[in-house]
């Protein structure tokens, strides 16, 4: 997406992945997304995973986590940062994280979701009408 649709609040953005840990442990990780303006301050931000332990039923698994939403007006980079906590017990970190995906795109305006269903809605109309 652009900047002028990213401004206009046009583009949409998805995050998505796979998070967990080891048995019972509670050690987790986490993906935030921080929106940045031209300065580097944080916009906004989405975050998700942080899978416990008893969303895991205490075995080694793990889950799928999303999040969608509008790219902040003024957003000129994106920061990504993935964190391992080790939440005591255990020797090592155990939290895990795999297939980290982003993905953004331009949406319609509402004004032209409106007429696009208009216009379906008319369409409809026309072919129950000829039968």
């Given amino acids: 997406a652009d900047y002028a649709t990213i401004d206009a609040g046009n583009a949409a953005f998805n995050?998505?992945?796979w998070f967990g840990g080891w048995s019972s442990q509670e050690d987790f990780a986490f993906l935030t997304v921080d929106f940045l303006n031209a300065d580097n301050s944080v916009l906004s931000s989405s975050v998700i995973g942080n899978v416990t332990a008893a969303e895991r039923n205490n075995v080694?698994?793990?889950?799928?986590?999303?999040?969608n939403g509008i790219i902040a007006n003024g957003t000129r980079s994106i920061n990504f940062t993935v964190t391992f906590d080790r939440i005591g017990g255990g020797t090592y970190n155990d939290g895990t994280a795999e297939n980290l995906v982003f993905t953004a795109e331009a949406v319609p305006e509402p004004l032209?979701?409106?007429?696009?269903?208009a216009g379906a809605g008319l369409i409809a109309r026309r072919r129950r009408n000829k039968k």
């Avoid at 080694?60 to 999040?67: G, I, K, Y």
């Avoid at 032209?112 to 269903?117: D, E, K, N, R």
């Fill in 112 to 117: 032209t979701m409106i007429a696009l269903a």
């Fill in 15 to 17: 995050v998505s992945g």
């Fill in 60 to 67: 080694t698994s793990m889950q799928f986590r999303e999040a």
